[in-house]
């Protein structure tokens, strides 16, 4: 009788005689294999995404090094352009070759900063002197002797500057030192 099942059925006699017990039994070992495997290549998946990340990241960040140490090296060139400008000697075909290295470096993200009148930021500026003003109401910068230059986040040459602090306090009394009447400083 078994045998007829077995050829009706299309299978070997020996799978016949298993029972659903054994069936059962291997079912959910293969479904933790396939949980365990589905485990692992999630795993790599991260992986491979973090170490992507990782790459582009710094790949981005040893390309804004390069870019900075080129532009760093041409900052007493835009300096000497700066000054010409100033005393009006930049004309003729200097002058568009000035006009297209610096339309060629702010592409390049060089920012040039400091400007009379700004609040002096130490991160930023480098104060070259310092006086009284009752002027101006807190640290602020009343000349710059170089811009400064920064390219991103990186600060490639801080402003140089003279800081003007207020002539009084912030509790109204006066900064400059307090001299007897009559007196004279030098003596």
Do not use: W
């Not at 995404?49 to 790459?55: E, G, S």
């Not at 981005?60 to 900075?68: F, I, L, R, Y």
């Not at 339309?103 to 930023?124: M, N, S």
């Amino acid at each position: 009788m078994v045998a007829e099942e077995a050829a009706v059925s299309g299978k070997p006699q020996g799978a016949v005689n298993e029972s659903p017990a054994k069936d059962d039994k291997k079912a959910p070992d293969f479904e933790a294999q396939l949980a365990e495997r589905t485990a692992d290549l999630q795993r790599l998946q991260a992986e491979y995404a973090n170490y992507r990340k990782r790459v582009d990241r710094d790949r981005a960040a040893v390309k804004e090094q390069a870019v900075s140490a080129a532009l760093a090296g041409l900052l007493p060139v835009l300096d000497a352009i700066n000054q010409a400008r100033e005393h009006g000697e930049l004309s003729g075909g200097f002058k568009s070759v000035a006009d297209a290295l610096q339309t060629a470096t702010t592409r390049l993200g060089l920012v040039t900063y400091g400007e009379k009148g700004d609040p002096f930021d130490p991160k930023i500026h480098e104060a070259l002197t310092s006086s009284y003003s009752p002027d101006v109401t807190e640290d602020t910068c009343v000349e710059i002797f170089q811009p400064g230059y920064q390219v991103g986040e990186r600060i490639l040459r801080p402003a140089r500057v003279a800081v003007a602090a207020p002539a009084t306090g912030p509790d109204g009394a006066s900064n400059e030192a307090d001299q007897p009447d009559g007196e004279d400083e030098t003596q």
